[in-house]
């Protein structure tokens, strides 16, 4: 199992201001993953981080908006740039824990964010 | 069409109810199917995986059918703290993605 830790765990921002959320994981993984869920909505993948390269986007997101840092196998930054009221969601952190296809994925507490 | 499409919901049930969800996917090549839970304001957390012939769990029972790409969980006896959001997660080959259904709300009432 994994134990995902997020911090802010929630905040209200004004627009055009930007804010980073850390993500912390209790063991190393290769992949973290960042997700956005807005309200009564499923999860969105915004981007794939690996350790060491570039973060893979997912058609949408680019990292201009989103760019995500990877400094180690245990933790993550996202941060949501020049936000508007559209950028108001939550932001998941996820790892995947076990190896190969039937890997269990896990979550932080996520990150409420709403933006003025 | 979306990739994961799950009944809209939502489920209002009496406790002690049996309740069926159902989820359909279009990739002929997804690999894993798991079932997560949402509860309000909560990360997912994994319920169960799905495997092809059919896994219990207690009062859950998912199933899976490739030939129809579809996907069901059954709960028996609802208790009130199955009141959630279900939600019906498919990963594909080729690199693992994964994809979650928008949710089924479950209120299971007194």
């Known amino acids: 199992s994994a134990v995902i830790s997020q911090k802010p765990s929630r905040d209200i921002c004004q627009r055009g201001t930007s804010l980073t959320i850390q993500c912390q994981v209790d063991?190393?993984?290769?992949?973290m993953f960042w997700y956005r869920q807005q309200p009564g909505q499923s999860l969105t993948l915004i981007a794939t981080a690996n350790q060491g390269s570039e973060a893979t986007y997912e058609s949408g997101f680019v990292i201009d908006k989103f760019p995500i840092s990877r400094p180690n196998l245990t933790f993550s930054t996202l941060t949501v740039s020049n936000m508007s009221p559209e950028d108001s969601s939550i932001y998941l952190c996820s790892v995947e824990v076990g190896g190969g296809a039937a890997d269990t994925q896990y979550f932080g507490p996520g990150t409420r964010l709403t933006v003025l | 069409r979306k990739e994961v499409e799950q009944d809209p919901g939502p489920f209002n049930v009496p406790e002690g109810a049996t309740v069926a969800f159902n989820c359909t996917y279009s990739?002929?090549?997804?690999?894993?199917f798991f079932w997560y839970r949402q509860d309000c304001r909560k990360e997912p957390k994994l319920l169960m995986s799905v495997y092809s012939s059919g896994n219990e769990d207690g009062r859950f029972t998912a199933q899976l059918n490739r030939a129809s790409q579809y996907i069901s969980l059954l709960i028996r006896d609802s208790k009130l703290s199955d009141s959630a959001t279900y939600l019906c997660?498919?990963?594909?080959?080729?690199?693992?993605?994964?994809?979650f259904g928008a949710g089924t709300r479950l209120f299971v009432k007194a």
């Open positions: 997660v498919v990963r594909n080959t080729g690199g693992f993605k994964t994809i």
């Open positions: 990739n002929s090549a997804s690999q894993s």
């Open positions: 063991s190393q993984v290769t992949m």
